[in-house]
């Protein structure tokens, strides 16, 4: 099997990086650290560098299953795989803590939180708020409850799904095989390593066949990520998570494995994103505010005068000064009827009013896009 040149990892700031079930299970059942090890040394090399890692681990099924005498046989019916998620997340969480001086947070998400938008802000707002504090922050899937997605899910499409949750430059796919090759390598002898993917093609899809064994994904569900990580101006690396020698090489900026390039940049792909998105309402705002706005500040709910339509957290909102010129759209903070209660107030009193606070704004500056200045973006 031909392995895999090298190439320079495209400079990042934040990652994601998913391992897959393939490296943490044990050859007698259960989780091994031989290969988490490595990944998390390239976490906190990473992390010492000034860098920041949100971990995505799969691995609890595996986990619960070595937990239980008759394990092997648990997993036949739906119900037995939610407990032996349950049972195995906290082996999992304890082994990634092994590796870590500071704490290490358990995340888990369902595909379903990340599709509604006043749990998205919920999500991002702890997981970038972990990410402050300097916590290691491990996301798995929350397979207790997402039935669906324990039968159908796999983690490369949550980690993709995390990248663009947390804004990460690239996202990082540990597994046990050197990248992406031309066909199944297994089966096909001569298919050939495919280390740059300008485009996910059906073509390039069909090369990653169908779902693999031990986990749910396969090199399908990578490939799948990686599309969705590209259109959301995210670049993907696929590497061997086995192999020391990549995994310290990563650390350095090089990739020994697969880089699919992200399609167009992350900034734009949000913002086009906003800029078309239906709005739930209108938050009608001050001169003040909307200078402000244009010199790329947050919305502060001191500079809005009005709260029009019937909103939600997270939801899209019109932003438009007081002759009604359309200035920008962005992701309400505050529902309709929490925004109405704050507007004109004093970002300190936020929580006096509504007895809780989000944020000082009622639009931060990284969910707003400006209709006018941003319209080439
Ligand atoms: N075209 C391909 N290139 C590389 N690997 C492939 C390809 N098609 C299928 N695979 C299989 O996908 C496997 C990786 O997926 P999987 O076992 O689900 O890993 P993980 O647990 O890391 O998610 C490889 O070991 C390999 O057997
Ligand atoms: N959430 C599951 C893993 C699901 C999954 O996608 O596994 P894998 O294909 O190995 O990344 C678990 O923790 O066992």
Not at 97 to 126: C, G, I, K, M, W
Not at 269 to 294: I, N, Y
Request: include cysteine; hydrophobic fraction near 50%.
């Amino acid at each position: 099997m031909s392995t895999f040149a090298s190439q320079p990892l495209p400079a990042w700031k934040r990652a994601v990086l998913k391992v897959g079930s393939s490296l943490l299970a044990a050859d007698g059942g259960g989780l091994s650290p031989r290969f988490a090890l490595g990944l998390a040394q390239f976490v906190l090399t990473s992390r010492q560098a000034g860098r920041e890692v949100v971990i995505v681990s799969s691995g609890a099924v595996a986990a619960g299953r070595a937990l239980l005498a008759n394990g092997k046989d648990a997993a036949a019916t739906i119900a037995a795989k939610q407990a032996l998620a349950a049972l195995g997340q906290a082996q999992l969480i304890a082994l990634w803590q092994r590796f870590f001086e500071a704490p290490v947070a358990q995340v888990l998400l369902t595909h379903d939180d990340l599709r509604n938008r006043r749990r998205y802000l919920n999500a991002r707002s702890a997981l970038l708020e972990l990410l402050r504090l300097g916590a290691v922050p491990v996301v798995n899937e929350n397979d207790t409850v997402a039935v669906d997605e324990l039968k159908l899910g796999d983690n490369d499409n949550l980690a993709a799904a995390v990248a663009s949750l947390v804004d990460a430059d690239v996202l990082l796919i540990a597994t046990d095989i050197g990248g992406l090759y031309s066909a199944h390598p297994q089966h096909h002898p001569d298919a050939v390593p495919l280390t740059y993917i300008r485009t996910i093609t059906p073509d390039v899809l069909a090369m990653a066949g169908a779902a693999g064994a031990l986990g749910t994904g396969g090199m399908r569900t990578k490939v799948e990520a990686a599309d969705k990580a590209a259109m959301a101006g995210i670049a993907t690396a696929l590497f061997c998570g086995r192999d020391a020698a990549t995994v310290a090489a990563l650390a350095q900026g090089v990739l020994h494995g697969s880089l699919f390039a992200a399609q167009g940049n992350r900034l734009s792909s949000r913002k086009q994103w906003l800029r078309h998105a239906p709005v739930s309402g209108t938050l009608t705002v001050d001169a003040g505010a909307q200078a402000a706005l244009l010199r790329g500040a947050s919305l502060l709910p001191g500079g809005v005068r009005r709260v029009a339509g019937d909103f939600r957290r997270g939801d899209v909102v019109l932003v438009c000064n007081e002759a009604g010129d359309a200035l920008a759209h962005g992701l309400a903070q505050y529902n309709a009827q929490d925004s109405a209660r704050i507007t004109g107030q004093h970002s300190r009193d936020i929580e006096r009013v509504l007895g809780f606070r989000y944020d000082e704004a009622m639009i931060h500056r990284d969910d707003l896009v400006l209709l006018q200045q941003d319209a080439t973006a």
